[in-house]
């Protein structure tokens, strides 16, 4: 998606080789115009996936899925990284370790939110070693619900979170694909002639 | 706002006296079509306010405020509710009491997106205590920028947020507002003749 593209060529901030800084539009501060863009694209990679509804996890995945929600008009739900004092009957949840910050988190969502009848699209800011996919994944399928797809705003293809998510055989669409960090240079992974990505 | 109360009228449910749940379209799973006429609405109301950046915090508030952001373009920034490892340094910090659950947290938003020029308007999913409203508050006055109004979607009216928030002088408009959840029912508050709420 070349608006992201240039979004992240212009206002990303590489901390290393592998930690991409993106809170100007993407997970702190957001860019509205970006997001609805980035939902549209969204929309568009999986209009014919028959879509019932959409898994994010809080906080950075709710704006494009939220986005996304509106275009392939569904509802959207977010699964949460702790309990909450009103939320503990009636959970499924997943463990899903963030190797950026160290530590494990139980994620949940409310059970009555994801039926088995539900096919769900899983969106997310980042894909890296993919733990969040993956649990979000465990999470649809303890539900006994279809995984329609995963929808990634940034994927970090040079980490394994990509390969660990499409060995399982779903349809993975990131908006863009990163292959290197080196250097402080961001490089896309080349996508296809007349393919945009 | 009409819808925003009947949908409270047909799919919140009372717990309590004091708690209504809404985890059904507002802060767990999220109708995106509602959330796009919330963010219109919220845009109507500050469009004259010279709002040049949203403030909300996470979770539930996101997917209003970037709406919002939307409808007034502008950005959004959401303040974190404890300090992740790459967004340590230049943080303006602020300590919220959540009734709710019982706990304190630390909010924080980067300095570097809330500058002494911006005129910034909050957004928060419910007013009941108003101590996350007044933490919001409290961030954009060290960042030495003005608050251009609070915008809220569910204001638990029988609670003391509104009143502290709004003795600061600040102009605040609630989509929904709570008289009394007693008796399983909910009452909003009589608006004026001719004044939507």
Redesign the interface.
């Known amino acids: 998606m070349k608006a992201l593209q240039e979004k992240i060529l212009t206002d990303g901030i590489v ?1 290393s080789d592998t ?1 991409l ?1 993106v ?3 993407l997970n ?6 970006l ?2 863009e980035i939902g549209e694209e969204f929309g568009k990679r999986f209009e014919k996936e028959g879509i019932t509804k959409i898994l994010t996890i ?2 950075s995945g ?2 494009p899925a ?2 996304a ?2 275009k392939l ?6 699964a ?1 990284k702790r309990k ?4 503990q009957d009636g959970l499924i949840t997943s463990k899903v370790y963030s190797f ?3 530590e494990e988190n139980e994620i949940s ?2 059970e009555k ?1 994801i039926l088995p009848i539900d096919r769900v699209l899983i969106i997310d800011d980042f894909l890296a070693n993919g733990q969040a996919a993956l649990g979000l994944m465990d999470i649809v399928k303890k539900a006994g619900a279809d995984v329609g797809g995963v929808g990634i705003v940034i994927e970090k293809a040079f980490q394994d979170g990509g390969r660990l998510v499409r060995e399982t055989g779903v349809k993975v669409e990131s908006l863009a694909r990163i292959e290197s960090l080196k250097g402080g240079q961001v490089t896309f992974v080349p996508t296809k002639q007349g393919v945009t990505s």
């Open positions: 901390l930690v800084k809170d100007t539009f702190h501060q957001m860019d509205p115009v997001m609805k809080e906080s709710i704006a939220i986005m929600a509106l008009n569904v509802e959207m739900v977010f949460r909450s004092l009103t939320l950026t910050k160290k969502v409310a939110f």
